[in-house]
């Protein structure tokens, strides 16, 4: 099992911004597609945004395309997301994802939940109109 630990997440105004932490561990990290995803209170986890383990290609899900950006630093084992400009819509409890070792990189396969093998517990960010 190889611990994601998310941090980051709290009570915000819309409009403002909030950065998520993901702290992984080991080797693999560096070798890791990573993503995060987030699900809302009777709702289905949804992709939000992945990047490859060099952070040359990202994708991200259209509701926070422009808003949202997420980023790694491998020396450091942890990956980020920088939301801006929030909306209560965003509100959700928000999960990292770690797929190790990578079968490929593509939309369709980067956001599907079932490609990661390794979660973290979660970080709840609540979003108040």
């Known amino acids: 099992q190889v611990p994601l630990v998310e941090s980051g997440g709290g009570l915000v105004h819309t409009g403002d911004s909030l950065r998520l932490s993901c702290l992984g561990s080991?080797?693999?990290?560096?070798?890791?597609?990573m993503a995060w995803f987030r699900q809302a209170p009777g709702k289905e986890r949804e992709f939000v945004a992945s990047?490859?383990?060099?952070?040359?290609?990202?994708f991200y899900a259209d509701s926070v395309k422009d808003r949202f950006s997420i980023s790694r630093d491998n020396a450091k084992t942890t990956v980020y997301l920088q939301m801006s400009t929030l909306k209560p819509e965003d509100t959700a409890v928000y999960y990292c994802?770690?797929?190790?070792?990578?079968?490929?990189?593509?939309?369709?396969?980067?956001?599907?939940?079932?490609?990661?093998?390794?979660w973290g517990q979660g970080t709840q960010v609540t979003v108040s109109s």
């Open positions: 994802a770690q797929d190790y070792p990578p079968r490929r990189f593509d939309y369709g396969y980067a956001s599907n939940p079932s490609a990661y093998d390794y």
């Open positions: 080991g080797r693999a990290f560096s070798t890791s597609v």
């Open positions: 990047i490859s383990w060099r952070g040359g290609n990202t």
